[in-house]
């Protein structure tokens, strides 16, 4: 009597799943942080050399006063215009 053995079916999911098995997650490659020694306090951290800012944050006083102006040239013109109360579309073909 004759018996023939089942055949497997080929699955690539399978296999991938296989092949992955065989080498360490990405994550793994990276260095681990170090440990620390004991735990921090929020006085420690803001202590920190790399924290600290590096110039106040209080505005330099530099002896200017700021009181800036502005002046319309053509006053006249704009107040003409800002009566009429149209604007202008200007567009590809014109207007």
């Not at 990405?26 to 004991?38: G, T």
Request: proline content about 14%.
């Amino acid at each position: 009597m004759f018996r023939s053995t089942p055949k497997r079916s080929f699955n690539p999911a399978l296999a991938a799943a296989a092949a992955a098995a065989c080498y360490p997650p990405p994550a793994a490659l990276f260095p681990k942080p170090p440990v620390p020694q004991h735990h921090l306090t929020a006085e420690e951290v803001l202590a920190a050399p790399h924290l600290r800012p590096l110039r106040t944050l209080e505005p330099e006083d530099d002896g200017v006063q700021d009181d800036p102006k502005v002046t319309l040239e053509a006053k006249d013109l704009w107040d003409k215009f800002h009566a009429l109360g149209t604007e202008m579309v200007i567009t590809k073909s014109g207007r």
